[in-house]
């Protein structure tokens, strides 16, 4: 990487957006030319920038690939941070400009091509839009950055500020204006990084469309990752050595036992035997009636295994009943891939591979936990007193507690949130009772839906997966509401080709608290045939 040398780029703030903008300096003309000379300019704070040029391919356009890191430190821990980032910059720009948000622990710069929502495969860039990623101020996508503080509280905002202001900076100097509109898009932790900009930056984006967001993910989620190990450890067989083999909880077979049985009590609510629960809220569904009379046989649930399901699904709790997060919803995804993967893991051994059970535990541990506790193990997890260590980062890192977001919403900010019913990790029922939240600090549902809207998307793992139409144009919809003002009653959505439970299938994705309703003739492949109704 160039070392910075002159500097050739002013920011100024302006005071009613709080946008950076490009005070007294010569545009640069897009394309190759223009990306060399960009890799001389300079921004305040930036400490190193490269820049190299793309000329496209049959699938992605021409543009120019910025890579840069600023505001470098010394952690607590004797560690070198930064705050790294990529932006691309289309030569045929469409004038808008997209923050896509990150994931996980983060601590990858992920490649800036503007990942739409679900499985969507357009992106941003292909758009035409300049898009922007970064690591989120650390580096490694494993936990241990949690015990320097300054990183922590870059990984909670300060870095996504600070990167949003380099990257709009840049595309004032490359483009030679500002962009026209602004938007992000992001799913789990990318969705928590869209409601913290809505919150504690309102006046960064026009449109936020998130997935999945963490909004309470080291106050709850987190807490519910330990609750579902513990109750599932606890039935789980042992191997040899005496170890319990999480993976072994349930099989797979019993998972699909429980999945038709889902379906067989719920799916019909919409007038439509197919496979999909519109309303898993509504969903009423009680695991006894799997059990089996006598001993476990493959076409019922043992006594452990229901009580299980019924602990876990009711959602974590202390000893004297207080709910510590919501429950999860009943839903025909349970069978899918996913669900296990964030639940039970596939390992054969007593060392567990569920993304509770390493992910979310290494969280909690390093960065959750105020001091960290690096030694932690998720199984020792006490929910009377445990929950009190979370509370002063949760402050600083949440963002399911302001749920009336008045400046967005004075600024002119359009919301959309999506999330799948059979999120193994944040539950959408905790999306459900936000926006209803919301809804009633905002006047009601129908002025609330003026510029904020909900999602579900039914069958859906975390992000994209399980047996649902979990391709849809998330972008787009929110596109044509910032710009347009065509407000989404339904978005469009189908399984993808590559789906191994609905190929080609379609479906509409209802504004909340409508869901897709079957008419009553045609095909139940074909979105068409379904309406979008409030029961």
Known sequence: MRRVGLLLLVLAFAANSGHARLAAADPIAPGAAGCTALGAAVVPGLATVRTTYDGGSATQPAHCVVRGAASPHTGADGKAYETRFELRLPTDWSGRFLYQGGGGNDGIVAPAVGR????FPETGLQRGFAVVTTDAGHQGGTPEFGLDPTARVDHAYAAHERTATLALAIVARYYGRAPDRRYFVGCSGGGRQGMMFAQRYPAYFDGIAICAPAMRVSSGATIASAWDTQTYLSIAPSNPEGQRVLSRAFSDADLALVSRAVVAACDGDDGAMDGMVQRPDACRFTPKTLQCAGE????????PQVAALERAFGGPRTSSGKALYVGQAWDPGIAAPGWRQWKLGTSQTGAPNAANATL?????????????????????????????RMEAFSAVFDTYRDATLAAFHKRGGKLLIFHGTADPIFSALESIDYYQRLARNNGGAKPTSAWARLFLVPGMNHCAGGPATDSFD???AMTRWVEQGAAPERIEASALPSNQYFAGRTRPLCAYPAAARYKGSGSLEDGANFTCAVK
Do not use: V
Request: net charge negative; proline share 9%.
């Open 296 to 303: 476990k046989e493959a076409t019922c649930l043992s006594a």
């Open 116 to 119: 739409n929502t679900g499985a």
């Open 474 to 476: 998330g972008l787009g």
């Open 360 to 388: 979310m535990a290494g969280a909690l541990a390093h960065e959750f936990f105020t001091p960290p506790d690096p030694s932690f193990a998720i199984t020792s997890f006490d929910f009377d007193r445990d929950p009190a």
